[in-house]
């Protein structure tokens, strides 16, 4: 094998730049044609020729055909595309300093580019292009058919969020997922090995099982969920992370109530994988694609329209009045334009989902000045990471072409922690960014609560409100947002604009009207399942909703036929039980399900799954097991007794009383009516039913 390190010197590394730009773009040139174009000799480009496929950067494979000079065909290997992608990066980088020498010279600046400031330059560094890590079509086309033969790593929807801005520059200067040396150094000290600020780990994640197959130098395919190709990786680290540590240093507590630190420890795989990533093609996207942007259409556009300065908003929240008003006045402060970049990848769980948001962004964007602004949705799967975050955030617009980013209040913030407390101070995200603005090359346009001022029918920064003792100060919080949606109660106009609130109405209907899951457990013969066609019965004499029951007998003859009562098949059954109860729950109906669920944990990962949608009203059955086995109605106890029956709840399997239902019936003294009536009252107070 050629020692890359001939072809590895500047010089080298040149011309090395130059063939594969070349064979990547003229696959099928001749020969001749080629050193032509890299400017060599015919002898030359054969000896690069042999050195590259030595490397393994080229493949080299007979051409049929009548013509003895084109005998050979050459195409960029895996490994040749990534290298094309990191060449083509350093070009660039030189470029720019060569421009930034020149400029100086122009200018009489010696510190090469002037502040941001005064720049009016038309090639400002936020306009220019930014490196991607896209190969061309044609050697994504070969690319594709050569990653048939390699490992697959199906991506979670994270991961795919993550993959897509490492490809498209949004997260440059990173050139794929984090090596273990990057990573350490991102965690400790907010830098790449190299000194770059960069204050997130974007790791690859995956089962120890899918990991201890790789070797290393592996190239691997990164596939979405339905198996299309995004991306090909070179896996040059391997290594099981320090999960504490991380949840520490880069969310501030191991704490599991961080969303991100209850991802990592109980959703992100237990290792980690880094190496270069060559881009194949964008995730596709069915949703806004008109509204969905990468840096450099951003920064294409920023350059039609002669924006040299543009702020961006960071929301994944709908835009109200004192949205619209801080994004009024940080525009106004920074003499700039204004782009609106929500994010529609992740967010925190109980957020607003991206489709509604979409819609009420696109209801107010008519209450802007058209010619000064902007709206572009971002799919960036978000940490809640707060002062790292908005770090990340607007390393990220900066690469999106923006000079200046708000950063409000709380930006980013997970909510409470275990102990009820912040996990942040409101204005430590501000901090942060401040100390660090210098070399982000973004300016940060810092805001303090905005709340309303009823004397003077306007929005104002509570810090500078001199008058506030004289003064109606009003604000409605997120949760009191959600309280009033959720009873259909009045949302003032000083607060939001009548077209967001109407979008937010359709989408979360007052209680009465969502769907819900009433969820029965209890041992055999605890009375569940009569109870549950009691309510039933009760339910749909009401009317308004389809109500459906998912009895535990009914799913094992039905869903759940081939299932025994071993721990993993009732985890299974739940599951499922769940899965459909959740379904119908999106759907507006209602889900009566009465299955014995004796684990707390799957019963717990049901409640999340129906969270989601609607209401879950866990409801324990409670007849002792000394009542079931007297009653025995189908004979299961004396069976399980006598050991003809194994695994039998309450005699020799486990049962979680449950901690935390939302209801507890008696049913030794109580009759059915009586046990279903409880339920509805319970329905009632939760405002699920109308009374
Ligand atoms: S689980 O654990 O939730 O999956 O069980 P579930 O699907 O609700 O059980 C349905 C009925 O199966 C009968 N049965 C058993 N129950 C418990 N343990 C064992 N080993 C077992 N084998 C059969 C039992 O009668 C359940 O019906 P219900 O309606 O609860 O009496």
């Not at 003895?68 to 660039?92: C, M, N, P, W």
């Not at 199906?154 to 897509?164: H, S, V, W």
């Not at 209680?511 to 009433?518: E, S, Y």
Request: hydrophobic content about 40%; some cysteine.
């Amino acid at each position: 094998m050629t020692d890359p390190a001939s072809i590895s010197n500047p010089d080298g590394e040149d011309l090395l730049f130059r063939l594969l730009r070349q064979l990547d773009t003229a696959p099928d040139a001749s020969q001749r044609a080629t050193a032509a174009a890299v400017g060599i000799s015919l002898g030359r480009l054969n000896t690069l020729l042999r050195q590259a496929a030595d490397s393994g950067l080229i493949a080299i494979s007979a051409r049929p055909g009548p013509d003895k000079r084109q005998r050979f065909a050459y195409s960029l290997t895996t490994r040749g595309a990534a290298e094309k992608v990191r060449l083509t990066d350093q070009f660039l980088a030189r470029k720019l300093a060569e421009y930034n020498a020149l400029h100086a010279e122009l200018t009489g600046s010696a510190s090469g580019l002037p502040p941001l400031k005064h720049r009016t330059n038309p090639m400002q560094s936020n306009l220019a292009p930014i490196p991607e890590l896209y190969v061309s079509y044609e050697s994504a086309q070969k690319l594709k058919v050569e990653a048939a033969d390699l490992v697959s790593w199906d991506l979670t929807p994270r991961q795919i969020c993550d993959l897509e801005l490492l490809m498209n520059g949004g997260f440059n200067p990173l050139k794929g997922f984090l090596t273990e040396a990057d990573y350490n150094s991102v965690v400790d000290t907010m830098r790449l090995t190299d000194g770059s600020l960069w204050p997130m780990p974007i790791t690859l994640d995956v089962s120890e099982d899918f990991a201890s197959k790789l070797e290393a130098g592996q190239d691997i395919a990164l596939r979405d969920q339905e198996g299309v190709i995004l991306a090909t990786m070179t896996v040059t680290d391997n290594w099981v992370p320090n999960k504490a540590k991380e949840a520490e240093k880069v969310f501030g507590a191991d704490d599991d109530a961080h969303p991100a630190v209850n991802y990592l420890h109980n959703t992100a795989g237990k290792v980690y994988l880094g190496g270069p990533v060559t881009g194949i093609q964008q995730p596709v996207h069915y949703d806004f694609r008109a509204r969905r942007d990468t840096p450099n259409e951003l920064r294409a556009y920023f350059r039609k329209v002669g924006w040299n300065k543009v702020v961006a908003f960071q929301t994944r929240n709908p835009l109200h009045r004192a949205h619209q008003e801080l994004t009024f006045r940080a525009a106004r402060e920074a003499q700039a334009n204004l782009l609106i970049h929500p994010v529609v990848g992740m967010t925190k769980p109980g957020d607003v989902d991206h489709f509604t948001r979409v819609r009420c962004y696109e209801a107010v964007l008519d209450k802007y000045p058209a010619a000064t602004t902007s709206m572009s949705l971002l799919n960036l799967a978000m940490r809640m990471a707060g002062p790292r975050e908005a770090v990340w955030h607007g390393l990220i617009r900066k690469n999106h072409g923006c000079t200046h980013f708000i950063v409000g209040r709380d930006h980013a913030g997970p909510g409470k922690n275990s102990a009820g407390e912040d996990f942040y101070g409101p204005y430590d995200a501000q901090d942060l960014f401040r100390e660090f603005q210098g070399e982000m090359g973004i300016e940060m346009v810092d805001f303090k609560h905005m709340v309303y001022v009823q004397e003077r029918a306007q929005y104002e920064p509570a810090d500078e409100i001199e008058d506030k003792d004289n003064v109606t100060i009003l604000n409605i919080s997120g949760t009191e947002l959600r309280r009033r949606l959720a009873e259909g109660l009045e949302i003032p106009e000083w607060f939001s604009f009548p077209e967001v609130v109407a979008e937010l109405r359709k989408t979360k209907p007052p209680r009465a009207q969502q769907g819900f899951t009433v969820f029965f457990t209890g041992f055999s013969g605890s009375g569940k399942s009569t109870i549950a066609n009691a309510l039933m019965v009760k339910l749909m004499e009401m009317g308004g909703r389809p109500v459906t029951l998912l009895d535990g007998d009914i799913v094992r003859k039905n869903l759940s036929s081939e299932l025994g009562f071993s721990k993993e098949h009732r985890d299974l059954n739940i599951r499922r039980i769940g899965y459909v109860a959740s379904e119908i729950t999106k759907n507006g109906g209602i889900a009566i399900c009465a299955p014995i669920a004796p684990y707390a944990t799957t019963r717990r990962a049901v409640r999340e799954d129906v969270e989601q949608f609607g209401a879950f009203v866990e409801v324990h059955v409670a007849t002792s097991i000394e009542e079931c086995e007297r009653r025995d109605r189908k004979g299961l106890y004396k069976l399980a007794r006598e050991g003809k029956i194994k695994e039998f709840t309450g005699i020799s399997d486990p049962y979680d009383v449950p901690q935390n239902a939302e209801l507890v019936v008696e049913t030794e003294n109580v009759d059915v009516d009586n046990c279903a009536h409880q339920v509805l009252l319970k329905l009632e107070s939760m405002g699920l039913i109308k009374a």
